[in-house]
Structure formats: C-alpha cells, structure tokens
C-alpha cells in the first residue's frame, strides 16, 4: 500500500484523509499517542485522554480512524515526524564536509531520536496488528527516501575516493549498515549479546568509523 492510498483513506485504520485543519488535528493527536506510550503500556490507554491531550473530541478521533489501534500508527507518525525535522537541521542539502562529517550528522540524529523515542517505537512494533504492517513500511520507505536520499546526493562528490568497483552500492551499502546497526542496537538492545557494551556516543564513533573505513580504507 502506498503513502498516498493510506492518504487517500484506503487503509484498516484509518477512515478518511486528513485535509486543512484536520491535519493539524492530527499532528496533536499523533503527539500525544507517542507521548502516552512512553509513560505506560498500550493496554493502560485510552483513546478518551490521547484525545484530550490532543484537544480533540472523542468523536472528532472516531471520525477519522477505526480504533484504538490507530494510536500505534500515529505514534510512529510522530516519531517519524521528528527524525525528519531533526535529520533536515543536522543534514541540509548544502551540508559542507567530508563523508564522516556527513556520517557523524546523520548518525547522531538517527541515535539520539530512536534513544528519544525508545519506549513508544516498541509498543508500536510490539501491538500492531498484523494486517497494518504494510502502512508501518510506506511510512518508513517514505522516510528512508527522503533521508537516504539527500545522503546519496551528499556523498556522491565523494565517489573517486570509494576503494569499491560500484560507488553507489557502497554508498548503499554503509548507509544500510549504519542505519540497521544505530536502529537495532538502541532499540532493541542487540548489541549486548555480542559482549559490545558502549554508551550513546561510543556507539556514534564506531558506526561513523565503520561506515568511512568502509569506503575509504581510511583509519584514523
């Protein structure tokens, strides 16, 4: 299912589209649905306070989505709200540096937001049900679009300097490993299992010195 059909109301949550004044609706809503699953588990809440953190009307709610389970998806809405405004101040389009000062930027937003949001992204993942899965991946291909995007734009200048046969794949490739790595080792703690124990800016260090060893050779 495409962004724009889940826009357009074709989706198992959502009744119809958000237009005008409903999108800012919305946006409060989705604030307030990942600000509550971060304080408590899902099954605690009820679309009766999301609402009145909101400012909207249980009503106004029941208009435009099917259920309860429509928090899940606005509260991974608005994480993904906020990686991308922090991702737009940290990585402009005329970000100025060499490929680990485009690494060390991306990576820092992507690390702290998930740290930020930790509580909220694992009851959504946890409580969807299975049928949402396909409007959990359009949101995060459009954001991984957006993202990935401007890096492959950033880095492409860099590309002579790539110690790989096929640049653009590499540039894929470190972009993939940096984001899996940053996402699952914050989120779902997998680092501990391989004995890597490293804080918040530890882990920023290593992912950047991985990625640039990566497609440079080079080692500081």
């Known amino acids: 299912m495409s962004r724009q059909e889940q826009d357009s109301g074709v989706s198992g949550w959502r009744k119809s589209p958000a237009q005008g004044r409903s999108k800012k ?11 509550l699953l971060a304080e408590r588990p899902y099954a ?14 249980v009503g106004g709610f029941y208009g435009r989505f099917r259920g309860k389970s429509a ?19 940290a990585v402009p389009e005329d970000l ?8 060390s930027a991306f990576v820092s937003v992507m690390v702290e937001q998930f740290a930020a949001h930790r509580q909220a992204i694992l009851q959504a993942w946890r409580h969807a049900e299975v049928g949402d899965a396909a409007g ?3 949101r995060a291909s459009e954001f991984n679009e957006h993202v990935h995007g401007r890096l492959r734009r950033l880095l492409k200048p860099f590309h002579p ?24 080792a914050v989120i779902r703690g997998s680092l501990s299992p391989h004995l890597v124990d490293l804080d918040e ?20």
Do not use: W
């Not at 800016?201 to 500081?220: D, F, K, M, P, W």
């Open 201 to 220: 800016c530890q882990l920023i260090e290593e992912l950047v010195r991985s990625a640039v060893r990566y497609l440079t050779g080079e080692v500081e």
């Open 44 to 57: 605690d809440i009820r679309v009766e306070e999301v609402a009145r953190r909101a400012g909207v009307s």
């Open 25 to 35: 609706a919305e946006r409060s809503l989705a604030k307030a649905a990942r600000e």
């Open 136 to 138: 959990f991946r359009s």
């Open 96 to 103: 100025a540096g060499t490929p680990k000062d485009i690494f």
């Open 161 to 184: 300097e790539i110690r790989n046969p096929d640049p653009a794949t590499a540039v894929n490739m470190a972009i993939f490993l940096v984001s899996s790595a940053a996402r699952d």
């Open 71 to 89: 928090l899940l998806h606005l509260a991974d809405m608005d994480f993904l709200y906020a990686c991308r405004e922090a991702f737009d101040r």
